[in-house]
């Protein structure tokens, strides 16, 4: 096989025929890839921006053929509202990773140590709970009755503050470090805390981003919790106050038709795209400062895992 010199993407590694046919096929293939997952998100922005009539008549396009501001119009109709939602969401979404993420980290780390008598037994009540839970009665009632959290912030941010499945994964990032590490610490007279927070915690960037944005995401799209505990509009996170606009234009869509009344230019499918729009905004702005060591991680600990 004869070798090629030459410079690939403006690198500097030689490279023969066929391997750089191959770059060139993976290349393409990565770009198509990316461009099919790219493509819906461009066609739901369109059809936020496009008109409820041309969307029931000709579909979706990757550019909004009658342009319109009705569906965000209708949503920030009381624009103090969404703000309001904003910092609900932002609020739970930020203690809620934060929580999660010490606590997860800290329970890995003491589940990992075999320095731990009981690391067995606490593992095993850990992965238990994966395979039966309490139901949604029990676990209603325990948190209205016994926790006293309807219509508290606490019941949106508890439900979600621990998950054993990224437990398992944090397992797999902290069982990497070197014991020798731990235990040199020890001589040098840290405690389990210190060890924790000095030496543990920065070793752990990858799978601290990687269950970071696990989290952080459970957190930004839910609203079942919100719809079980909360009454007070004003505690509405975005996801739950999103839903009920849409619920809302839904009936007002089924009493018109009922009543004869024409409702074709009421934004309906538009609505939802822009629904949709407002709330992944944020985490398209947040995923790209994570990215790097969000893959690192994945790829870690699926390898170690």
Not at 122 to 140: A, P
Not at 195 to 222: E, K, Q, S
Not at 223 to 232: E, G, P, R, V
Request: charged share 10%; with cysteine.
């Amino acid at each position: 096989m004869s070798a090629g010199k030459g410079r690939l993407f403006g690198g500097s590694i030689k490279t023969s025929k066929t391997t750089l046919v191959f770059y060139i096929i993976s290349y393409v293939l990565i770009t198509v890839i990316a461009l099919a997952c790219l493509l819906p998100f461009i066609m739901l922005v369109s059809g936020s921006f496009t008109s409820e009539q041309v969307i029931r008549f000709q579909g979706y396009g990757i550019l909004p053929k009658d342009f319109t501001l009705e569906a965000y119009e209708l949503v920030f109709k009381h624009p103090e509202k969404i703000i309001l939602a904003y910092g609900v969401s932002l609020y739970i979404t930020v203690v809620g990773t934060v929580a999660g993420l010490f606590l997860t980290t800290m329970t890995a780390y003491v589940i990992s140590r075999k320095s731990f008598k009981y690391r067995n037994a606490f593992s095993f009540f850990f992965y238990f709970t994966t395979l039966f839970n309490g139901g949604m009665v029990c676990t209603y009632i325990f948190y209205i009755r016994y926790l006293h959290l309807k219509d508290n912030l606490l019941a949106l941010i508890l439900p979600g503050i621990f998950n054993i499945f990224y437990l398992l994964i944090m397992r797999s990032f902290v069982a990497a470090i070197p014991q020798a590490l731990i235990e040199s610490a020890k001589i040098d007279g840290a405690g389990e805390f210190k060890i924790f927070t000095r030496i543990v915690l920065p070793l752990l960037p990858a799978g601290l981003a990687t269950i970071g944005l696990f989290i952080a995401l459970n957190y930004w799209n839910g609203w079942y919790n919100a719809m079980l505990f909360m009454t007070t509009a004003s505690k509405y996170p975005l996801q739950y106050m999103l839903y009920n606009l849409l619920m809302q234009a839904q009936v007002m869509a089924q009493i018109a038709s009922q009543a004869g009344i024409t409702v074709e230019n009421l934004p309906g499918n538009s609505l939802k795209l822009a629904t949709a729009v407002i709330a992944t905004g944020p985490v398209i702005l947040f995923y790209p400062y994570v990215q790097k060591y969000f893959i690192k991680g994945v790829t870690i600990g699926s390898v170690k895992g």
